[in-house]
């Protein structure tokens, strides 16, 4: 995939959570990626700029936009200018970057995706664009956040769920009780880790415990991906 550079203008910015927002940016029609593959964006103050990279939401057979996740840091110099960036703002993106993509050559039959937080992005656009094209394998997505105020894209994994028999979408919240599952991801994981391809994307901490849990449980490391944020 070539590397593209192109002042994107906003198309939508909207509150996913009370911490996350939903940022749409236009994208020339030439620009392609691979699901699970992030972009960086040019935040500017001033005679300031920070470079922040994000995972594409979308999948990759939408055209012309590119749909963010981002979680906003209080005060954070990035997320103070893109939470109130509003329709017709401009930013100058770059990319796509990342190897955190699906292995289409695969031959095991189970795929685990474990998100947490924003980090269920990269797993989001590798679902919509690879699920109906791999009927004979099954699907388990463990989506993790604190509380159910936290949840977001919840409704879209319902209904891929609903539309996908071989998809099994199971949230859990670690700090709350509710009618669904909670605790941690690694209590969730497959009591065997053989034959079956991980692919993990959160925070540093729960992309490392993740992957050491799923090693003592028999998954080989070149079956176990990740994609770690800062």
């Known amino acids: 995939m070539p590397i593209h550079t192109f002042q994107a203008t906003v198309l939508e910015n909207k509150k996913l959570t009370h911490d996350v927002i939903f940022l749409s940016l236009s994208a020339p029609k030439e620009f392609s990626f691979k699901a699970g593959q992030f ?20 999948p990759p057979s939408q055209k012309g936009k590119l749909d963010l996740c981002i979680k906003i840091v209080d005060g954070g110099f990035a997320s103070e200018i893109l939470k109130k960036a509003k329709k017709g703002d401009s930013f100058q993106v770059k990319g796509p970057f990342g190897h955190f993509v699906f292995e289409e ?15 269920v992005a990269p797993l989001y656009s590798i679902l919509k664009k690879h699920l109906a094209n791999f009927k004979n394998k099954r699907f388990v997505l463990i989506f993790s956040v604190k509380e159910k105020k936290d949840l977001f894209l919840h409704e879209e994994f319902e209904e891929l769920a609903r539309k996908h028999k071989h998809f099994t979408y199971l949230p859990t919240l670690t700090r709350e009780k509710w009618n669904g599952v909670t605790g941690r991801v690694q209590e969730h994981l497959p009591a065997d880790g053989e034959n079956k391809t991980f692919y993990i994307c959160g925070l540093k901490e729960l992309v490392l415990e993740t992957k050491e849990a799923l090693l003592k449980k028999g998954a080989a490391l070149k079956n176990v991906r990740s994609e770690r944020y800062s």
Request: charged fraction near 35%; hydrophobic fraction near 30%; charge should be neutral.
């Open 39 to 58: 972009v960086t964006i040019r935040v500017e103050k001033g005679e300031e700029f920070r470079l922040k990279s994000y995972s594409v939401l979308s």
């Open 105 to 119: 050559d695969d031959k095991n039959k189970e795929i685990w995706m474990i998100g947490g937080g924003t980090g």
